[in-house]
T-cell receptor, first 113, second 114 residues
Framework: SQTIHQWPATLVQPVGSPLSLECTVEGTSNPNLYWYRQAAGRGLQLLFYSVGIGQISSEVPQNLSASRPQDRQFILSSKKLLLSDSGFYLC????????????FGPGTRLTVL | GENVEQHPSTLSVQEGDSAVIKCTYSDSASNYFPWYKQELGKGPQLIIDIRSNVGEKKDQRIAVTLNKTAKHFSLHITETQPEDSAVYFCAASPMKTSYDKVIFGPGTSLSVIP
C-alpha cells in the first residue's frame, strides 16, 4: 500500500516570504496526486491535482502554484505568502482500486504572520 | 457539480452510546461514498466506504448505510469510546475516470464523553 510523506510538519513564515511544501509517495507508481487546504475548524478545499509528471490542474484561483517534477513528488509553492494562506496543507494520493479512494499524508501546518 | 451536505456539525455523546452522522449528495452519478476520520493535527484516515451497489456495510462498531433514491448516506458508530472523538468527513465521488474528484462534506466534530 502507498505511504505519503510531507515536510515540513510545521512552518511559520512572514507575510511576503516564499513557500515550498513537498509531498512524496511510496508504494505506487503514476498516482493521481492532490493538494488540499484546511482552514482551522473547516473542511477540505481542493487546491490542485495532478494525473502525471508536469500535469497540474488548479481548482481555485490563488497565489499558490503546484509542480510535479517526478512521478512520486508533488510540490506546493508560493512566491509571496499572504496571511490568508495560513492553514493545514494535506497531500493525497488516489488508491489503485476501481474506486476513488484517497489516502492522505500527515499534513503541514503553515502559519503566516 | 456534486454538493455534499453533512449534519450535525458537532455531536457529543456519552461513552457507550451510539453516534449517527448523516450526509446528502446531489449528483446521481456518484457511486462511491467514503468516510474519513481526522484526529487533531493529523491527516484524514479512510475508515469505511460504501459503493452504490450496496445498501449497508458494517465493520465492527462502524456501519454505513446508503439510500441512492433519496441520495442519503449515514455513518453509525455503536458503543462509542473516547478514542472515537475526532472530526468525521463524508464524501461522494463518481466512477473513477482519468480525473476523479472526491467531494467532501464540511465535517462533524464528534466528542465522546467518558
Amino acid at each position: 500500500s502507498q505511504t505519503i510523506h510531507q515536510w515540513p510538519a510545521t512552518l511559520v513564515q512572514p507575510v511576503g516570504s516564499p513557500l515550498s511544501l513537498e509531498c512524496t509517495v511510496e508504494g505506487t507508481s503514476n498516482p493521481n496526486l492532490y493538494w488540499y487546504r484546511q482552514a482551522a475548524g473547516r473542511g477540505l478545499q481542493l487546491l490542485f491535482y495532478s494525473v502525471g509528471i508536469g500535469q497540474i490542474s488548479s481548482e481555485v484561483p490563488q497565489n499558490l502554484s503546484a509542480s510535479r517534477p517526478q512521478d512520486r513528488q508533488f510540490i506546493l509553492s508560493s512566491k509571496k505568502l499572504l496571511l490568508s494562506d495560513s492553514g493545514f496543507y494535506l497531500c493525497a494520493c488516489r488508491g489503485e482500486s476501481s474506486y476513488n479512494e484517497q489516502f492522505f499524508g500527515p499534513g503541514t501546518r503553515l502559519t503566516v504572520l | 457539480g456534486e454538493n455534499v451536505e453533512q449534519h450535525p456539525s458537532t455531536l457529543s455523546v456519552q461513552e457507550g452510546d451510539s453516534a449517527v452522522i448523516k450526509c446528502t449528495y446531489s449528483d446521481s452519478a456518484s457511486n462511491y461514498f467514503p468516510w474519513y476520520k481526522q484526529e487533531l493535527g493529523k491527516g484524514p484516515q479512510l475508515i469505511i466506504d460504501i459503493r452504490s451497489n450496496v445498501g449497508e456495510k458494517k465493520d465492527q462498531r462502524i456501519a454505513v448505510t446508503l439510500n441512492k433514491t433519496a441520495k442519503h448516506f449515514s455513518l453509525h458508530i455503536t458503543e462509542t469510546q473516547p478514542e472515537d472523538s475526532a472530526v468525521y468527513f463524508c464524501a461522494a465521488s463518481p466512477m473513477k475516470t482519468s480525473y476523479d474528484k472526491v467531494i467532501f462534506g464540511p465535517g462533524t466534530s464528534l466528542s465522546v464523553i467518558p
